[in-house]
Each structure stands twice: as C-alpha cells, then as structure tokens.
C-alpha cells in the first residue's frame, strides 16, 4: 500500500485500465471467477457474444442484453468507481479505459474514458453504421432502427476488431503515463490485457487491485482485495 501511495502521490500522468471487478460491488456480476459463477460459466458466450450467433437467433441474443442492460441501469456506481472520477480531476492528465460496458464509470462522472469493448447504453443500425443512445429497455426484441433496419448492441463481440482507434489511444497514453493502475480485470482478454505487458516492458509501475492474482501479479504492485475498500483507502492515504 505505502510503494502504491508513494507513486500515485509523485505521478502527474495515471492510465487505469478497469474491468468487470469494479462493478462487483456495485452488484454486478464478473465473467471469470473462481468461485465457478462467473457470468461465462453460466452462458455460452458462443451463443450469445458473436456476430454469428446474433444471425442465428438476432431475438434470443437481444433478451440477453435486454436482461443485463435492465441490471446495468439498475445498479449504482460505487466507491471505487467515485474515487476514479475523482482522479480524472486530481491528475493533470488521466486517461481511464476500461472493459466494462456498464456505464457506471460515466455515472460516476467520468468523462475522460475509452471504452474498448462498447457501451450498453449504445446501440448501432446495421444498415448505416449509426450509433445511438437508447435508455429506455426495449419492449419488444430485435428493435428496429427508424429506417427499418435492425438494430444491435453497440459492443464488441468475441472475433470482432475493436472500434477504430481505441487501443492505439489507450497504449499511446500508456507509453506516456508515470504509472498504470489495473482495477478488477482477470487479464484474460486481449488486446486489453496487452497494456500490462507493455508497461512492464517499458519499467512503468503497474499498481494492480484484485481479490485474486493475474499472469502479471509477479511483476506489479499488488493490493489484494476489493477495490471499492482499497481506492477510497488509496484515496484517503493521498489526502492526508
Ligand atoms: P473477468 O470476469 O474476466 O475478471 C474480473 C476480475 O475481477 C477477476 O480477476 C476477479 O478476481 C476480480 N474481482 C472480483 N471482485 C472484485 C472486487 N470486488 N474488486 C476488484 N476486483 C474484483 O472480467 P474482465 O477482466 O473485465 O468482454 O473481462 C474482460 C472481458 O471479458 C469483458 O470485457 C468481456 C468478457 O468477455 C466482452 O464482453 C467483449
């Protein structure tokens, strides 16, 4: 804790990258855990998480989100998630990125976000490419966009390319940061997980928070435990 403080006291350029583990506590369930009842051990992501199974059974893949964007909207952000808004304003240059498609970041009040793998809030007409902001859960599934054309979760399927440009900005802000912090993400998707190995390559600090140890563990800073008890700590410890 006091080497993670020491770093975060003296940097000026902080990259987090954040996963399912941050909203854990905001009663949002993981995708890997060890416990074994982990949102994948539960559904087959094959059937529910890939441009073919969205032809296949456009209605069955579309309950599914319905479901989590109900449990999405429904959710509160919590302390961790608080504490990394504050940062945004604490730190002359922050870049938050992030797994999580739930929005609580944003909720929270973050603004200076990537978000590698989409947004449930956002969904996207096949025929145009165009994204929209849709809050309201659907009544009726698929929706239909007003020119007619189907509509779809605004998320990154496994075999699909990130959206353009989000992983160059998030390893060029890693490049440039005094220090990476790793929040609630089991390292186990790439090209996300790639920005650990990258900072470790170029001797920047990696402070990482989780209940559980990654791949990486060996090479970073590691504060075991929840990280909506260990940021607001961190938190306190940079305050006082
Ligand atoms: P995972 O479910 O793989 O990992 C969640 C991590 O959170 C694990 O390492 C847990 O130990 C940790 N954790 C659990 N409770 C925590 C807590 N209270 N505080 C902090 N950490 C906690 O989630 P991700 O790494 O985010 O992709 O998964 C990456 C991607 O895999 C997701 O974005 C998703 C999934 O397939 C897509 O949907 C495209």
Redesign the pocket.
């Known amino acids: 804790m006091e080497e993670a403080v020491q770093y975060l006291r003296s940097a000026r350029r902080v990259v987090l990258l954040t996963?399912?583990?941050?909203s854990?506590?905001s009663g949002l369930d993981?995708?890997?855990?060890?416990e074994g009842d982990?949102i994948?051990s539960r559904y087959n992501?094959m059937e529910l998480?890939t441009p073919q199974a969205f032809n296949k059974d456009p209605e069955l893949v579309w309950k599914w989100y319905n479901w989590r964007r109900e449990k999405a909207f429904k959710a509160m952000p919590n302390a961790g998630h608080e504490v990394l808004a504050e940062w945004e304003n604490q730190y002359p240059e922050f870049l938050l990125v992030t797994?999580?498609?739930d929005g609580l970041h944003q909720r929270a009040g973050s603004r200076k976000i990537v978000c590698l793998?989409g947004n449930l809030l956002e969904v996207r007409c096949l025929e145009t490419d165009r994204v929209l902001n849709r809050l309201d859960s659907f009544k009726t599934v698929p929706p239909f966009c007003h020119c007619g054309s189907m509509l779809r979760p605004h998320?990154?399927?496994?075999g699909e390319a990130l959206y353009p440009g989000t992983m160059e900005t998030a390893i060029n802000a890693v490049k440039n940061a005094d220090i990476l912090v790793v929040?609630?993400?089991?390292?186990?998707?790439y090209p996300?997980a790639s920005m650990v190995p990258y900072a470790i390559n170029e001797e920047i600090p990696v402070i990482e928070?989780?209940?559980?140890k990654?791949d990486f563990s060996n090479h970073t800073i590691f504060l075991k435990g929840?990280?909506?008890t260990i940021l607001p700590n961190l938190q306190k410890a940079l305050s006082d």
């Open positions: 996963g399912a583990g941050i854990k506590e993981t995708f890997r855990d060890s982990g994948w992501p998480a797994q999580n498609v793998h998320i990154v399927w496994f929040v609630g993400t089991s390292l186990a998707v996300a928070i989780n209940p559980e990654s929840e990280s909506g």
